[in-house]
């Protein structure tokens, strides 16, 4: 299934100079949604997760499902002021812009392999700052899964200790 035509191209979101790959018409669409989280249980499954962790808020919509898929847990990454219980928090560059993200203390066990999945891969700042306050919670982060890469803002390079999969590459902002 070629999922790239599912996923639309808006220049100039949310700012100039940026173009916004959006994935609402992958998500709209039962075959090509299906599709995505089967191969991205199948990486997790492969990588003997036994968690799943996901950053606000689009990474939710594919890590949810997955988990569920593999009768697995599903922690959140959160944007600040979100989460009720005691926080890590951690602060990362964007795209466009900056932002800082928490996860409660008590989210992962020592020693859980976990798999971070979220629907793009940018500057690979989210999901650094989410490697970091896992190895703080003495989990092991063993992958991480997107359905979009942009290969120009080089987002592989920080996460080269781990496995990265992306299922759809694009090149130019
Ligand atoms: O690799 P990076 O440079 O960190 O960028 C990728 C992140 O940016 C987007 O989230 P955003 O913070 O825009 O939040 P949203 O999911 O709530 O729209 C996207 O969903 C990723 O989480
Ligand atoms: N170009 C882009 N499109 C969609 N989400 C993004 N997050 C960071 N950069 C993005």
């Not at 898929?69 to 795209?95: A, H, M, N, W």
């Not at 932002?99 to 989210?126: C, F, K, W, Y």
Request: aromatic share 8%; proline share 5%; with cysteine.
């Amino acid at each position: 299934m070629d999922l790239k035509e599912y996923i639309a191209s808006i220049e100039g979101f949310p700012k100039e100079g940026i173009i916004f790959r959006d994935v609402t018409g992958l998500l709209a669409n039962a075959d090509a949604f299906r599709y995505a989280c089967d191969q991205l249980a199948d990486f997790a499954r492969r990588l003997q997760a036994d968690v799943i962790v996901a950053p606000e808020s689009r990474g939710f919509l594919f890590g949810a499902p997955v988990a569920c898929q593999l009768g697995i847990g599903f922690v959140p990454v959160r944007k600040p002021g979100k989460l009720p219980r005691k926080t890590i928090s951690c602060s990362y560059d964007l795209e466009y812009g900056s932002n800082v993200l928490e996860m409660h203390v008590d989210s992962i066990l020592p020693g859980q392999r976990v798999v971070i999945i979220d629907d793009l891969l940018a500057t690979g700042g989210t999901v650094e700052a989410s490697v970091k306050m896992i190895r703080e919670l003495k989990g092991e982060p063993v992958g991480c899964a997107f359905i979009i890469e942009l290969e120009d803002l080089h987002g592989r390079e920080v996460l080269s200790d781990l496995e990265v999969l992306s299922l759809l590459t694009y090149e130019g902002e």
